[in-house]
């Protein structure tokens, strides 16, 4: 199985991630964590793209392209993935079809995660103070650069999923278990596309 936790930050494709993981035993794979571990390792792509990320700007598609790349063709991966903070261009979704193809792989599901503004603002403002601003990017004005980011960037995906029929909507709104049921709905077949 192999699935994309697609929304704008804040939405909860993290939290969603970890429980499918869990659940399913296929590997979650999240780029922004990956680009934190490069930034706090202090590598030569770390501080590269300390910058970036503390504007709340995307990193270059090379460099994350080259990431997934890695780590789809990983024995970890082999029973599946889930795709969180990835593809967020519409040439990152391109290039994750051609990694696939060549794999003979497809994606199952893009899972879309629909929270509001406003909501999407309490949330990362409630996560900075709980892990005590330990997210550079977890801040009132990083975020709203986020999220200008999201609506110009990577919402414009969407179309893309929907003409290949993946697109999955879910309510992000709701309490945390009720979302995971609603994705389980998806995974089992049970909710309308
Ligand atoms: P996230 O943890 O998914 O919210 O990502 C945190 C930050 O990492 C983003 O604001 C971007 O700066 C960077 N980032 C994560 N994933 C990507 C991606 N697929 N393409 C470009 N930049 C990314």
């Given at each position: 199985m192999n699935l994309i936790m697609f929304g704008?930050?804040?939405?909860g494709k993290g939290t969603q991630a970890v429980r499918l993981q869990e659940k399913y035993k296929v590997k979650q794979l999240s780029t922004g964590d990956m680009l934190r571990g490069e930034v706090s390792s202090g590598s030569v792509l770390g501080n590269r793209i300390k910058e970036i990320m503390e504007d709340g700007e995307l990193v270059p598609d090379d460099i994350i392209i080259e990431l997934i790349e890695n780590c789809i063709g990983q024995p970890e991966c082999k029973k599946g993935f889930i795709l969180d903070g990835?593809?967020?261009t519409v040439a990152q979704a391109e290039a994750l079809d051609v990694m696939l193809q060549k794999a003979d792989r497809g994606i199952d599901h893009v899972i879309v995660l629909n929270v509001d503004e406003g909501a999407l603002i309490q949330r990362i403002e409630k996560r900075a103070a709980e892990t005590g601003g330990?997210?550079?990017?977890?801040n009132a004005e990083t975020l709203k650069n986020r999220l200008t980011v999201y609506n110009r960037?990577?919402?414009?995906?969407l179309p893309y999923y929907e003409g290949k029929g993946l697109l999955r909507q879910v309510?992000?709104?709701?309490p945390i278990d009720e979302v995971s049921a609603r994705i389980d709905d998806v995974l089992d077949g049970r909710a309308a596309a």
């Open positions: 704008p930050p804040g939405a990835f593809p967020r330990a997210r550079a990017d977890d960037q990577t919402a414009p995906i309510d992000g709104m709701l």
